[in-house]
């Protein structure tokens, strides 16, 4: 069962890319990366990884809030390792089911049901943040549609919401609530940085609101686990938005597969980490 939803997932991945690829002009994007400044390519890494550094410690400041005794550095490891289950292992151990299982095997006081909380909530502050990234931009961007007032109309029942149900569910986020949005903030600040690195690399300088508005919109495309590694989601929705938003086709779904290569080059380096761990396993049963 676990592998036919992973070949699933593999067929839903391929055929979004090859509707995408089907209707660009493949020659443009192989261009576009073959001229690309390589050292802004190269450069590209650094603040997706420092987008990784905020996000684990996003997760450690819940956790540490709630007693369960998560160092930074072993959240660190704890969330790169989930990278690289969630991007290639078939089945049903994704990231957050690995973090889960590692988190009762190290706390078992804390019981399933708060460990399983923090991390819905993790990824719920996650995409709260998202959407309102997304609300800032469009509305900067579609300032003289009227629909965009709703944006401001539902931000704040929105956040009361956030709050009544943090304060329900999760009591104990709310001392470090501010934290954890300031670290979400960065987290999809240094995203951005990334995808403007990627677009500079390409010689292109405008419209940047426009892809930081496709990026976070397609990175709300991706929290829904239709494809590995939301691989042929985030081009979809780079080449839709892009009519829509009359930026150029080729340039947006480069800049989604380059950010792609960027996401899927990182969760490969848990590999090294998963072969670590097993070792020192291996090497404890010899001890035995």
Request: proline share 3%; aromatic share 12%.
């Amino acid at each position: 069962m676990k592998y036919l939803k992973w070949l699933l997932k593999f067929s839903i991945t391929v055929a979004l890319l090859w509707w995408v690829f089907s209707r660009i002009d493949l020659e443009s994007v192989s261009q576009a990366i073959g001229k690309a400044d390589k050292l802004l390519l190269a450069l590209a890494f650094v603040p997706y990884l420092a987008s990784r550094v905020t996000a684990a410690v996003r997760l450690t400041t819940i956790l540490q809030a709630h007693k369960v005794g998560l160092s930074h550095y072993g959240g660190l490891h704890l969330h790169w390792i989930s990278m690289f289950y969630g991007m290639f292992l078939p089945g049903g151990l994704g990231g957050d089911a690995y973090k889960l299982l590692r988190l009762k095997q190290h706390f078992p006081a804390q019981g399933t049901m708060l460990l399983t909380r923090i991390l819905l909530w993790d990824r719920i502050i996650g995409f709260v943040m998202l959407g309102f990234l997304a609300g800032v931009i469009g509305m900067s961007r579609f300032y003289h549609n009227a629909l965009v007032f709703a944006i401001p109309a539902l931000a704040l029942p929105g956040a009361g919401v956030l709050w009544w149900s943090a304060k329900k569910w999760l009591p104990g986020i709310i001392s470090v609530l501010g934290r954890i949005l300031l670290l979400s903030l960065g987290t999809q600040v240094f995203q951005i940085i990334c995808t403007g690195f990627l677009l500079y690399s390409m010689g292109e300088t405008d419209h940047w609101a426009d892809y930081a508005l496709l990026f976070l919109l397609s990175s709300i495309a991706t929290v829904f686990p239709l494809s590995i590694g939301g691989i042929g989601v985030r081009e979809l929705v780079y080449l839709r938005g892009s009519v829509l938003l009359g930026v150029s086709e080729p340039i947006a779904v480069t800049v989604s597969v380059l950010f792609d290569i960027i996401v899927t080059a990182t969760a490969v380096t848990g590999a090294a980490l998963v072969i670590g761990e097993r070792s020192e396993r291996g090497a404890k049963v010899v001890s035995e």
